[in-house]
């Protein structure tokens, strides 16, 4: 049986080490992790699109995106031929967006967030995690977040904040947690939902992916 081929897109400056713990079965399926790269100067995220999907080796593969890989992985599905996208963690449109986002678009704060703490992990953490959260997540930003150069996270967060896609593509699959809080599920249409799952739940809701992945996979 020829195997399925799979190429998976981190969330917004991380690292492909995010799917350590995936794993689909190797007789049916050939896992293809990728990673992002610093953007050119004034790149659009569609031209950016093009240039990752340059990595896409194979025909009708599968491409899933957790976050802002999600979105990623949507703009090169007009590229590719896939044969399937689905987004984990994401969102399908920009009507999606939780309300601070849509405001920090009206406001232009993409533009004054302060994107150079990446150098300093556990000043990040703190600024955009915040609250209690902060001590047990910045082991996870320690080990996961790859992509701390200012040009791309500036780029990253316009290019998330001015995402122009309004209506949705139905063919999307969506793999969402109902404890999501960068992406809160009140916002969120036509998904398959995970009981507990946060939005880092490719980490920590590996079981459920690894045991339900392959079906949604292959399933028409």
Same mark, same amino acid.
């Given at each position: 049986?020829?195997? +399925?081929? &799979?190429?998976?897109?981190?969330?917004?400056?991380?690292?492909?080490?995010?799917?350590?713990?995936?794993?689909?079965?190797?007789?049916?399926?050939?896992?293809?992790?990728?990673?992002?790269?610093?953007?050119?100067?004034?790149?659009?995220?569609?031209?950016?699109?093009?240039?990752?999907?340059?990595? #896409? @080796?194979?025909?009708?593969?599968?491409?899933?995106?957790?976050?802002?890989?999600? +979105?990623?992985?949507?703009?090169?599905?007009?590229? &590719?031929?896939?044969? %399937? +996208?689905?987004?984990?963690?994401?969102?399908?449109?920009?009507?999606?967006?939780?309300?601070?986002?849509?405001?920090?678009?009206? #406001? @232009?704060?993409?533009? &004054?967030f302060p994107t150079g703490l990446a150098k300093n992990v556990?000043?990040?953490?703190?600024?955009?995690?915040?609250?209690?959260?902060?001590?047990?997540?910045? %082991?996870?930003?320690?080990?996961?977040?790859?992509?701390r150069d200012k040009k791309y996270l500036d780029w990253a967060?316009? @290019?998330?904040?001015?995402?122009?896609?309004?209506?949705?593509?139905?063919? +999307?699959?969506? #793999?969402?947690?109902?404890?999501?809080? &960068?992406?809160?599920?009140?916002?969120?249409?036509?998904?398959?939902?995970? %009981? /507990? /799952?946060?939005?880092?739940?490719?980490?920590?809701?590996? %079981?459920?992916?690894?045991?339900?992945?392959?079906?949604?996979?292959?399933?028409?």
């Amino acid at each position: 049986m020829e195997k +399925v081929h &799979v190429y998976f897109m981190p969330g917004m400056a991380a690292s492909s080490a995010i799917f350590e713990r995936i794993l689909l079965p190797e007789e049916q399926f050939e896992m293809h992790l990728l990673e992002w790269v610093l953007p050119l100067d004034n790149e659009t995220l569609q031209e950016y699109a093009q240039r990752i999907a340059l990595n #896409i @080796k194979h025909e009708d593969a599968v491409l899933i995106g957790v976050s802002f890989g999600g +979105v990623l992985v949507q703009e090169m599905g007009r590229i &590719v031929n896939a044969k %399937k +996208v689905i987004i984990i963690s994401s969102v399908k449109s920009n009507a999606e967006f939780p309300r601070r986002m849509k405001f920090a678009k009206t #406001i @232009k704060a993409y533009k &004054v967030f302060p994107t150079g703490l990446a150098k300093n992990v556990a000043l990040f953490a703190k600024f955009s995690m915040g609250g209690n959260k902060m001590n047990q997540r910045l %082991k996870l930003y320690e080990k996961f977040l790859s992509m701390r150069d200012k040009k791309y996270l500036d780029w990253a967060l316009e @290019k998330i904040i001015l995402w122009d896609r309004a209506e949705p593509d139905e063919n +999307v699959i969506h #793999i969402h947690g109902d404890a999501d809080e &960068v992406f809160p599920p009140k916002y969120i249409k036509n998904y398959i939902p995970i %009981k /507990g /799952g946060t939005h880092i739940m490719i980490i920590n809701k590996f %079981k459920w992916l690894n045991e339900n992945l392959p079906r949604i996979i292959l399933e028409n």
